[in-house]
């Protein structure tokens, strides 16, 4: 698989599982690659839309219910991925070996 040029992370927090669901959909209909083994957190390759698109597309999707504490979305833009890629990460957690093989090949590369 070829390495994602332009990353982005988005995180939830305050989500419920309909919500929750909503972005992962959004996320696999629009997203060129895609990391989602921790809950709340997406690691996404994009063709370098910008981190505003992505917040204005989730917005709908996570307005709070009536008895809902408010949900919140952030998204960041991660350094470029290529040959001189400055990208490093780290994971410590179960299934480690099947966890980082897409960071491995398409994260970092």
């Known amino acids: 698989m070829p390495q994602i040029a332009y990353a982005k992370i988005i995180v939830l927090d305050n989500a419920n599982p309909w919500q929750i669901q909503s972005v992962h959909t959004l996320v696999t209909t629009h997203a060129t690659a895609w990391w989602h083994h921790v809950p709340h957190v997406w690691i996404i390759g994009d063709n370098n839309l910008p981190a505003t698109w992505w917040r204005d597309q989730i917005q709908p999707l996570i307005q709070a ?20 890629s400055q990208r490093d990460w780290a994971y410590f957690g179960p299934s480690q070996a099947n966890e980082i093989g897409w960071l491995n090949s398409e994260y970092q590369g």
């Open 65 to 84: 219910l009536p008895y809902q504490v408010s949900p919140t979305v952030l998204v960041l833009k991660l350094p470029p991925g290529g040959l001189f």
